[in-house]
């Protein structure tokens, strides 16, 4: 299983970096749009392209971000079907106990105030 879940995890990373360089390799509708338009020739079809056009690019990148999402979704159902989540450290084995050290209580204190010394107070 552990195997399987490496394959899945090399594969969704592999495909999202795909995804990313195959986008950026793409030349923008976008960047045509301005062009488009300033000539004052632009047509909906213009700016938004076409619809049953797709070349290289747009295919691969249309499976590569399914082929993401099919790896996201396989990572979510192996987590949500597993019975250890989280960290489980049950099985660690300590080397030693741990140290622990014992500081002393301190020495019982009168905590009543002391009362003031008529003596020492000022006269008026």
Avoid at 93 to 107: C, K, L, W, Y
Wanted: net charge positive; glycine share 8%.
């Amino acid at each position: 299983m552990e195997a399987f879940k490496t394959v899945i995890w090399i594969v969704n990373i592999i495909s999202a970096l795909s995804v990313i360089v195959l986008v950026l390799l793409q030349h923008g509708k976008g960047a045509d749009a301005g062009a488009t338009f300033g000539s004052g020739s632009g047509s909906a079809q213009g700016v938004f392209g076409s619809g049953g056009n797709a070349n290289f690019l747009s295919r691969s990148t249309a499976i590569a971000a399914t082929v993401f999402f099919a790896t996201c979704m396989a990572m979510v159902y192996i987590h949500s079907n597993t019975t250890r989540h989280g960290l489980d450290f049950s099985t660690v084995r300590q080397s030693q106990p741990a140290q622990t050290q014992t500081v002393p209580a301190p020495a019982h204190t009168n905590t009543t105030p002391a009362a003031p010394n008529p003596a020492s107070s000022p006269q008026q």
